[in-house]
Nanobody, 115 residues
Framework: QVQLVESGGGLVQPGGSLRLSCAAS????????IGWYRQVPGKLRELVAE???????DYADSVKGRFSISRDNAENTMYLQMNSLDPEDTGVYFC?????????WGQGTQVTVSS
């Protein structure tokens, strides 16, 4: 059974930091391209950051220089370090793993940036 389990969300003040984690099980993690997506009510889920199986990264323009995605293939875990958080970063963050036709999602973790 495949599971992606996010953790690390919460309430943070503007300018603060959070680190999201996503633990994967049931897949050969190192083969997968992985990413973090954000969804807010009334909008489509959008890509925040992604890292390929080879380690190449890409970021949404809105988070470049503030967020950093990483992966630990030995621990089957991906991370999203979020710094200088802004209220516009508020949303539910989902982790995603893709390989060929396989596409898996976590259940999401809420991030709220507010004073």
């Amino acid at each position: 059974q495949v599971q992606l389990v996010e953790s690390g969300g919460g309430l943070v003040q503007p300018g603060g930091s959070l680190r999201l984690s996503c633990a994967a099980s049931g897949i050969t993690f190192r083969l997968y391209d992985i990413g973090w997506y954000r969804q807010v009510p009334g909008k489509l889920r959008e890509l925040v950051a992604e890292i390929s199986s080879g380690g190449g990264t890409d970021y949404a323009d809105s988070v470049k220089g503030r967020f950093s995605i990483s992966r630990d293939n030995a621990e089957n875990t991906m991370y999203l370090q979020m710094n200088s958080l802004d209220p516009e970063d508020t949303g539910v963050y989902f982790c995603n793993a893709k390989w060929k036709r396989l596409d898996y999602w976590g259940q999401g973790t809420q991030v709220t940036v507010s004073s």
